[in-house]
């Protein structure tokens, strides 16, 4: 069970920062999930390199990174949406490329809230 950190209420045009921690991934992921959609993805990290990869509707407005000395990845949400608004899943994968697929990803964090006001 990973542990994440984050999320809140903001208004539209904000920001949000959630973080998560954990230990050994080699691929940390962030995903979403509303009552209405499944899971769906948001964006990854290598965790030994400098390879990130995002969906088409949160490029140029999020940002992934990690800090390998605290075992820790963060989502920084920026011009935050009312379509943004979702609970937000961290997940820990252990391959060698950076993944989408939902599969591949072996440890989930609990869910965070991000809501976003119009």
């Known amino acids: 069970q990973l542990q994440a950190y984050g999320g809140g209420l903001v208004q539209a045009g904000g920001s949000l920062n959630v973080s998560c921690v954990a230990p050994?991934?080699?691929?940390m992921g962030w995903f979403r999930q509303t009552s209405e959609k499944e899971r769906e993805f948001v964006a990854a990290?290598?965790?030994?390199?400098?390879?990130?990869y995002y969906a088409d509707s949160v490029k140029g407005r999020f940002i992934i990174s990690r800090d390998n000395a605290k075992n820790s990845v963060y989502l920084q949400m920026n011009s935050l949406r009312p379509e943004d608004t979702s609970v937000y899943y961290c997940?820990?994968?252990?391959?060698?490329?950076?993944?989408?697929?939902?599969?591949?990803?072996?440890?989930w964090g609990q869910g965070t809230q991000v809501t976003v006001s119009s």
């Open positions: 997940a820990a994968g252990f391959g060698i490329v950076i993944t989408t697929n939902i599969n591949n990803y072996i440890y």
């Open positions: 050994g991934a080699t691929v």
């Open positions: 990290i290598r965790w030994n390199g400098h390879a990130t």
